[in-house]
């Protein structure tokens, strides 16, 4: 299984499945992170968290740990 975490910076990829349950599941929805966005990852803080990404055309940094939970392709 391949997460948003793992997506190398200046790449896009395309949401399969958001994994996690209840509140952090609808935060990461309400986000605009649903399954088939495309997103593309522009950049990484300093120490690596949080992820600056593009998505439905504005930007979102998001922390790591929540990266992993949106499977995509």
Do not use: C, N, Q
């Not at 948003?4 to 929805?29: N, Q, Y």
């Not at 966005?37 to 740990?65: T, W």
């Amino acid at each position: 299984m391949k997460t948003l975490r793992d997506i190398k910076i200046g790449s896009t990829a395309k949401v399969i499945k958001i994994h996690g349950e209840g509140a952090l599941k609808r935060r990461i929805m309400d986000m605009g992170i649903t399954k088939g966005v495309e997103i593309y990852v522009r950049k990484a803080a300093p120490l690596g968290d949080p992820l600056e990404i593009f998505v439905r055309g504005y930007e979102l940094s998001i922390r790591k740990a929540d990266a992993e939970l949106i499977e995509v392709e």
